[in-house]
């Protein structure tokens, strides 16, 4: 199954350095093309659903990149996507799956990471997720902002190349 794993720039640097070998989700959690997902929508193909999932898991990437962090990576929104086995949490979200274990680097297809221009609107989201998250109307229109930068796609071959260029 395709699958959209949240994630930070620092969970994926020891990808790029060659030292980890298996990319370790947290909690297990991603979002996939799953049956309620594609009952929730009324038309759209295999592609258009996979961008739903992909926003799901960039909007979950927000929620990790708000925990405290002695990184000194920027603050990017970050969706590893990769070929796994999953499970459907029907239990959450329409798009929620669990990943057991981790996913060996080999099954990583691509990598999703925001651009520099998108920054300052990261950063605006991160400091106000939780209050999105209850329904604070200001602080929902500032993860909207962000929503609106795209993802860059990198092949897992140029992680390297990206993280020496932050």
Not at 85 to 110: F, N
Not at 149 to 158: F, I, P, S, V
């Amino acid at each position: 199954m395709r699958v959209y794993l949240p994630a930070t720039l620092e969970m994926v640097q020891g990808l790029s350095a060659g030292g980890d070998e298996i990319f370790m989700p947290l909690g297990g959690t991603g979002f996939a093309v799953t049956p309620a997902l594609r009952e929730a929508y009324t038309s759209g193909d295999d592609e258009e659903l996979g961008e739903a999932a992909l926003r799901e898991a960039a909007l979950a990437s927000l929620r990790l990149l708000s925990a405290p962090s002695d990184s000194d990576l920027p603050l990017r929104r970050v969706v590893v996507v990769a070929d796994a086995d999953a499970t459907v949490r029907s239990d959450l979200d329409d798009a929620v799956v669990k990943v057991s274990g981790g996913v060996a680097l080999a099954d990583i297809v691509a990598v999703h990471v925001d651009g520099a221009d998108a920054e300052k609107s990261v950063r605006a989201a991160v400091d106000v997720i939780d209050a999105a998250d209850m329904g604070d109307e200001d602080a929902e229109l500032a993860v909207g902002d962000v929503e609106d930068h795209d993802l860059g796609w990198y092949a897992t071959q140029e992680l390297p190349f990206l993280l020496e260029l932050l």
